[in-house]
């Protein structure tokens, strides 16, 4: 019993040493606010305002072409 708890417990080990391996990229993202095809202009800056938000970057994979069918 103790054999099948250790290798239980260092399986669990490891798994959680490689699932945190570095955190994801992320960038911010930042849109105008738009009403009625005008942006709409914040009240203390005068400036238009903005809607940001937070995106993962993904990978591109590359690929292989698709041969032309004869």
Same mark, same amino acid.
């Given at each position: 019993m103790k054999k099948i708890?250790?290798?239980?417990?260092?399986?669990?080990?490891?798994?959680?040493?490689?699932a945190a391996d =570095?955190?994801? =990229?992320?960038? $911010?993202?930042c849109v105008d606010v738009v009403k009625d095809g005008k942006p709409v202009l914040d009240k203390k800056t @005068? $400036?238009?305002q903005q809607q940001c938000k937070t995106?993962?970057?993904? $990978?591109?994979?590359? @690929?292989?072409a698709v041969p032309e069918k004869k």
């Open positions: 708890l250790t290798s239980l417990l260092l399986s669990v080990s490891m798994i959680s040493c490689f =570095e955190p994801k =990229e992320t960038t $911010k993202v @005068g $400036k238009p995106m993962k970057v993904h $990978k591109k994979l590359d @690929g292989t």
